[in-house]
């Protein structure tokens, strides 16, 4: 279509976000006409979201900023079921106490992308949920579900393709979903759900249920699956996931993935997860040969200074900078306490890397002295037999193993 007309659907196009929309031309009217309200949902299955939940986030905060209502709604009751949206098995099943637990991690978040004093709400489908009827809502709900046509969505379909068993429990959960669309339209006037382009046929099944249900038209936005320039999965790394809870990473973490972004990805990344006008991204995306590693700091700091805040963000920076360009021992540095009585009689490298989670096994650790990789206080390992003593530390009382150039950890003697 041409270009929206609406500064809401304008942005989140300029900016990569758009992957599909149910019906463009109508969701754009609206979002001229008036304020639209929209939600994404967020089952509680960890602590924390993680740096793959950041794009949907980012959709919200543009959303209140081009003047709309965005709702992040809170899975406590659909947890408990779990989505088996294109998963090979089902999940693991929570108890309403871990669920809880997980909520309170993931609630405070929110609040450094949306402006709760405004129009932002958040909001919890366990209080419609767990109180619901089963017979009623089998007779109320139910009836409008078709199982041919639920059987015929590609996220049932490939499991079942597979031989692999989906139970009565996780097939409820596209129903569930939908009918949380509704629930939100008659208790906010919510007309738009969002989220990753592997929703698109809950989503889907939230607006025939609105407009069955309720007579209403309600709309869909799907973003598209973000991967890297090299087809890696974003928010996880070799190490694990990249949490948005700094309890889970440390900020300088935080900001070194950012800070090791693939070129490729960097003008992309800016547009979908910093605040910086194009015009700007495009000055920084134009950047050159080694020239572009100042685009990749900015991209750390300004992705990171939006979740952790401006100060730990720079920060962290200054981290960086102090470790990579003047080999300096920066006491913000991840830090892994070890007992002192381990280290005065000698602790074996290997060991040590182990301890510190830099590798995973100590055979590991020795592949990677014959190759170079690892460092004590910034000098190569060459001996695997070596051991670490109270005399490799620091003035500030710790030892910096390194592996590689982008991974460091303090051991620090307790």
Known sequence: MAAFKSDFLRTLD?????????DPEGLDAAAVKGPVTAYIGYDATATSLHVGHLMQIMM?????ETGHKPIALMGGGTTMVGDPSFKDEARKLLTPETIEQNLKGIRGVFSRYLDFSGAARMMNNADWL????YLEFLRDVGRHFSVNRMLSFDSVKLRLDREQSLSFL????????????VELYKRTGCTLQMGGSDQWGNIINGIDLGHRMEGVQLFALTSPL???????????????????????LPVFEFWQYWRNTEDADV???LKLFTKLPLTEIAKLAALGGAEINEAKKVLATEVTALLHGRAAAEAAAETARKTFEEGALAADLPSVAIARGEIEPGLG???AFVKAGLVPSTGEARRQVKAGGLRVN???VTDERATLGLADLSSDGAIKLSFGKKKHILLRPE
């Open 170 to 181: 996780e097939f409820n959960y596209m129903i569930l979903q939908a009918y949380d669309f």
């Open 349 to 351: 490298v290997l060991t």
């Open 14 to 22: 300029e900016r990569g976000f758009i992957h599909q929309i149910s």
């Open 267 to 269: 003008e992309r990344f």
């Open 60 to 64: 919200l905060h543009w959303m209140q």
């Open 226 to 248: 973000l991967t890297t320039a090299s087809g890696a999965k974003m928010g996880k790394t070799a190490s694990g996931a990249v949490w948005l809870d700094e309890a889970l």
């Open 130 to 133: 767990l109180g619901l009827n």
């Open 378 to 380: 910034d000098a190569v």
